[in-house]
């Protein structure tokens, strides 16, 4: 029986304009209510992902930061921050890097140095907690580091990937979307945070069912005994051992919970 569902939000459960899909909570409310553990598991920063689910806000685990924080009924329940001086390394990088633009992510906010466009209005959704600061410098270490986000005007492949090879001795680097890379610590992923929650609420493996669409779900998918990828997950998502289901835009996420109900496999 499935006693946990971790969900992924942009390019999973999300439409392409960032809208969650509709009739989402008349699906997942009665689910919470009969105590399935409904996560929504995102690169996003805790208020946002409260802001989004908050008719199950008091239900909810959030995995925040793609992992490297998690948070239940306010309170931080997990955190593994980045080193400082690697913080500040990727920082500088992004500086001298072209069209890429960094993202102090704290525990409660999240801090930029640029208000430059395109940039700036990709940061207000999911990170509607933040700080338009002179100087990140100036910031670092007033709060932990649950991650750099660094966003890339063409692509996060290309650009800050690309530029950041190398350069790091104490980090993870993670593509979390055609525009995005994030640099967290070596094991702040969405897999070892679900593994903590499975360890705190008493979870088996075999009893959690996963949905992702991109390499930042990689670990999570691998965490969970029932991992789902939608159609227009990115290519290297898409494995024999995971099960393909309708894309984001087809509410693939809704339909497959509502058929594991008809199947009897939710708790």
Known sequence: MIKLIACDL???L???DGSLPEGVFDVVTPLCERGVLFIPASGRQYESLKRLFSPIADRAVFLCENGALVKYLGRSIYLNPLD????????EIARNTEGVYPIYCGETTAYIENGEEPFFSRVTRPYPSYRLVENLDAVIGKEPCCKISLFSTQSAETQAYAALQGKLKN???TLSGGHWC????????KG???QEIQRIFKIKKEECAAFGDHMNDEQLLNACGYPFVPEN???KMKTPQRTLIPSNEENGVLQTLLKLEKQGVLS
């Open 14 to 16: 999300l439409k392409k």
């Open 10 to 12: 942009d390019g999973t």
């Open 182 to 189: 994030d640099i967290a610590a070596p094991t702040a992923n």
């Open 84 to 91: 400082l001086k690697e913080a500040k390394t990727v920082i």
């Open 233 to 235: 997950a990115y290519p």
């Open 192 to 194: 070892t945070a679900i």
């Open 171 to 173: 980090a993870s680097i």
